[in-house]
């Protein structure tokens, strides 16, 4: 399980000024003057709250494992002092501070959380890239002034061992010199040897190239993949940025954040969970709640997520809410994995004091125990073999 943090503007732009979706367009009629631009929302970014400790302490009190903080997103603005972005990043506008350094600095002095990086390689508005759209990218002025040497850049300041990149616009793998870059960042980039990438870094090469696939948003394939893949969600069940107007039926419960942990890890996945901070920096705190609820269940229930690997079976036809999570391994000598998960969750141990029998039949585990303790609605058993 892992966090992915969007501190960055929203797509408002887009709605507002490209799609003019007619609610955003009023809206900024309503509460901007005639002049505003989209630029103007620079100076209110200000992140003054933005305490990246105190964010490295609740992502380590959530059971992550590690963490992906989007360092640029469509609209072109870097949460570092980009060079290459000229007065709209993060030092030059806004904080006035290297946000990226910031939160690496805390995640690595304060956690065992790995840290990640997502960015974006179009952007919306920016002149070059509109102008090599306009070619059927045969220009490639985008990517060689702005894209690759941003990305370089934040491989060799920051050192991300997660590189989760999205936004393709359109443009193949060729436009973008995908494979020369990842060539470069498996075989002599400084993070070689721990490095991982997901599969967006090129139109038609999304869930069939790439470390681990993502497929899609809020992908959940219901059954298990040949190859590692990840399911990117939202707590908030409409965005991934930070509503003001949300209600508390917005979120989603920490019920039904467990049921997608279990259901993908289940068939193969890692969860990758999404948060929208403040313009000033601040985690809300339903976010908050949902993060340290998630990392509470984990304590009593980690064994069952981390390091485990796919059962034969996904679910169970007969009840559909039982998600299989590992089997009795005999080659383990150590603790045995777990042969299957449940419908709902508690944080309680079972009263059992004494050692249940148990055998290995099959591919089963088969275990001896007692009605009342198949009474409960939610369980599951841990089995270690003494040696």
Same mark, same amino acid.
């Given at each position: ?19 003019? !979706? ?70 030059? @506008? ?7 350094? @910031? ?31 306009? =070619? ?8 060689? =002034? ?41 075989? @002599? ?164 004091? @004494? ?17 009342? !303790? ?14």
């Amino acid at each position: 399980m892992c966090c992915l943090c969007t501190l960055s503007f929203p797509p408002l732009r887009w709605y507002w000024q490209k799609e003019k !979706i007619p609610k955003y367009v009023e809206f900024m009629k309503d509460n901007y003057p005639p002049s505003f631009k989209y630029e103007d929302f620079g100076p209110l970014f200000t992140a003054k709250f933005f305490n990246a400790n105190q964010w490295a302490d609740i992502f380590q009190a959530s059971g992550a494992k590690y963490i992906v903080l989007t360092s640029k997103h469509h609209e072109g603005f870097t949460l570092w002092g980009s060079e290459y972005s000229w007065n709209w990043n993060a030092i030059d @506008e806004g904080p006035k501070r290297d946000i990226v350094k @910031e939160l690496e600095v805390a995640i690595r002095n304060r956690t065992d959380l790995r840290f990640g990086l997502y960015y974006s390689l179009f952007e919306w508005f920016h002149p070059l890239f509109l102008e090599d759209e306009s =070619s059927s990218f045969h220009k490639r002025q985008f990517p060689v =002034s702005k894209t690759l040497p941003e990305l370089y850049e934040l491989v060799n300041n920051y050192q991300p061992e997660v590189l989760w990149s999205d936004g393709d616009g359109g443009a193949p793998d060729q436009y973008w010199n995908s494979t020369g870059f990842l060539a470069w960042l498996y075989n @002599e980039s400084p993070v070689r040897v721990t490095v991982v990438t997901n599969d967006r870094w090129g139109a038609g090469s999304i869930c069939k190239h790439g470390g681990f696939y993502t497929c899609s948003d809020r992908y959940n394939p219901g059954h298990l993949l040949p190859h590692k893949w990840e399911n990117c969600m939202t707590i908030d069940k409409l965005s991934w940025g930070y509503r003001r107007e949300a209600g508390i039926s917005d979120y989603l419960t920490i019920e039904e954040l467990v049921k997608q942990l279990v259901e993908t890890v289940s068939c193969g996945g890692n969860l990758l969970m999404n948060i929208g901070p403040t313009l000033d920096g601040t985690i809300s705190v339903v976010f908050e709640e949902r993060l340290r609820q998630m990392g509470s269940w984990l304590k009593v229930n980690g064994e069952a997520i981390y390091e485990t690997h796919t059962w034969r079976s996904q679910n169970d036809t007969v009840t559909p809410d039982l998600y299989p999570l590992g089997g009795c391994q005999a080659k383990n000598l150590g603790v045995l994995n777990f042969p299957f998960f449940y419908k709902h969750t508690l944080d309680f141990a079972l009263p059992i004091t @004494e050692p249940l029998p148990w055998l290995q039949f099959e591919g089963f585990c088969h275990l001896s125990t007692t009605s009342y !303790i198949l009474a409960y609605s939610a369980w599951h058993f841990g089995f270690q073999r003494d040696l």
